[in-house]
């Protein structure tokens, strides 16, 4: 498949990749940081920051959100989380 964009260096204005389904956890971080969090069912999300801050945030259900995350805990309300 021909990619235009082959030469250009990503960076976190580009967007996405790949994602990966994310089991909330309390005992473990993320194997990645985050380019961004996204929800199959609107909620908020307990996350632990790049800075270790561990704050809740709300998310809606099919919209990127462009969070740099390191964790994501067991307090969820949302489901089915993806990071990108």
């Not at 990503?10 to 985050?34: D, H, K, M, Q, R």
């Not at 920051?49 to 964790?71: E, H, K, S, Y």
Request: proline content about 6%.
């Amino acid at each position: 498949m021909s990619d235009p964009f082959t030469n250009h260096t990503p960076g976190l204005e580009f967007p996405s990749t790949g994602a990966i389904l994310i089991a909330p956890n309390n005992g473990a971080e993320l194997t990645t940081v985050t380019h961004a969090l996204n929800v199959g069912t609107v909620g908020s999300v307990l996350v632990t920051m790049l800075d270790g801050l561990n704050i809740m945030v709300n998310i809606t259900a099919g919209v990127v959100f462009p969070i740099r995350v390191t964790g994501v805990r067991k307090q969820a309300r949302a489901r089915n989380i993806f990071l990108s």
